[in-house]
């Protein structure tokens, strides 16, 4: 991740994991429409698409976690 090491990203989703419950691919429509603000509910996005989100997802993965990804697709319709 951009202006994050690796270490310091993987020691920010440990911390997640402890304080709360992480909104997996199966379950985040129910978990985002039946959640209150008491929940500890937490789900990653990213946006843009760049390639250090790849070394995120590989970290994330390693993990157990799962996140949304947003690819710009700009550069898919300009064949770059």
Same mark, same amino acid.
């Given at each position: 991740?951009?202006?994050?090491?690796?270490? !310091?990203? #993987?020691?920010? @989703?440990?911390?997640f994991?402890?304080? &709360?419950?992480?909104?997996?691919?199966?379950?985040?429509?129910?978990? +985002?429409?039946?959640?209150?603000?008491?929940?500890?509910?937490?789900?990653?996005?990213?946006?843009? &698409?760049?390639?250090?989100?790849?070394?995120?997802? #590989?970290?994330?993965?390693? @993990?157990? !976690?799962?996140?949304?990804?947003?690819?710009?697709?700009?550069? +898919?319709? #300009?064949e770059?």
């Amino acid at each position: 991740p951009i202006g994050l090491s690796h270490e !310091l990203f #993987e020691r920010q @989703l440990k911390y997640f994991l402890n304080k &709360g419950e992480v909104v997996t691919s199966q379950n985040w429509r129910e978990a +985002l429409s039946n959640a209150n603000k008491d929940d500890n509910l937490f789900m990653l996005t990213f946006d843009d &698409g760049l390639k250090s989100q790849k070394i995120a997802a #590989e970290i994330m993965n390693k @993990l157990g !976690l799962w996140g949304m990804f947003f690819i710009s697709s700009l550069p +898919l319709m #300009e064949e770059k």
